[in-house]
């Protein structure tokens, strides 16, 4: 089994998302591997009528501050800094661009929480979640 060269955790804000990152600190803390925190910014047919109002730097610093206020949060409720953590931001499909965070490092281990649609919308969709899972390379790690 390859060596976990660091542990990926996946936060939007949600409570579940917490419980992930609390997971996860914890693993990181007995395994010595890095935490890093990936927020996605989803990209959505909403985001044009705002979008089109800002400038590429000004989209580019809102769509960074909303990153790092999760990010923030998920460090202050578990009692880290930012220091701590390996904060990364990107903006895209969330399922899509998790799955391509983890596919360009080995050694990745994702945690995330489990939300979102269940039932018979997540058969008609699927989830980020169930994506995730079938899709990354290495393991992933569902916390609900």
């Given at each position: 089994?390859?060596?976990?060269?660091?542990?990926?955790?996946?936060?939007?804000?949600?409570?579940?998302?917490?419980?992930?990152?609390?997971?996860?600190?914890?693993?990181?803390?007995?395994?010595?591997?890095?935490?890093?925190?990936?927020?996605?910014?989803?990209?959505?047919?909403?985001?044009?009528?705002?979008?089109?109002?800002?400038?590429?730097?000004?989209?580019?610093?809102?769509?960074?501050?909303?990153g790092r206020t999760v990010i923030q949060g998920v460090?202050?409720?578990?009692?880290?800094?930012?220091?701590?953590?390996?904060?990364?931001?990107?903006?895209?499909?969330?399922?899509?661009?998790?799955?391509?965070?983890?596919?360009?490092?080995?050694?990745?281990?994702?945690?995330?929480?489990?939300?979102?649609?269940?039932?018979?919308?997540?058969?008609?969709?699927?989830?980020?979640?169930?994506?995730?899972?079938?899709?990354?390379?290495?393991?992933?790690?569902?916390?609900?």
């Amino acid at each position: 089994m390859e060596e976990i060269s660091e542990i990926v955790v996946a936060v939007d804000g949600s409570d579940s998302a917490l419980r992930a990152a609390r997971f996860a600190h914890g693993l990181s803390r007995v395994s010595g591997s890095p935490l890093t925190l990936l927020y996605v910014l989803p990209a959505s047919p909403m985001d044009s009528a705002w979008v089109a109002a800002l400038t590429a730097d000004e989209l580019a610093r809102a769509r960074e501050e909303a990153g790092r206020t999760v990010i923030q949060g998920v460090c202050e409720k578990l009692g880290l800094t930012e220091s701590d953590v390996d904060g990364v931001i990107v903006s895209g499909d969330p399922a899509g661009e998790i799955i391509d965070y983890l596919s360009e490092g080995s050694g990745r281990m994702c945690v995330m929480g489990r939300r979102g649609r269940s039932g018979f919308g997540a058969l008609l969709l699927g989830s980020v979640s169930d994506k995730v899972v079938r899709h990354a390379p290495g393991v992933v790690t569902l916390v609900s």
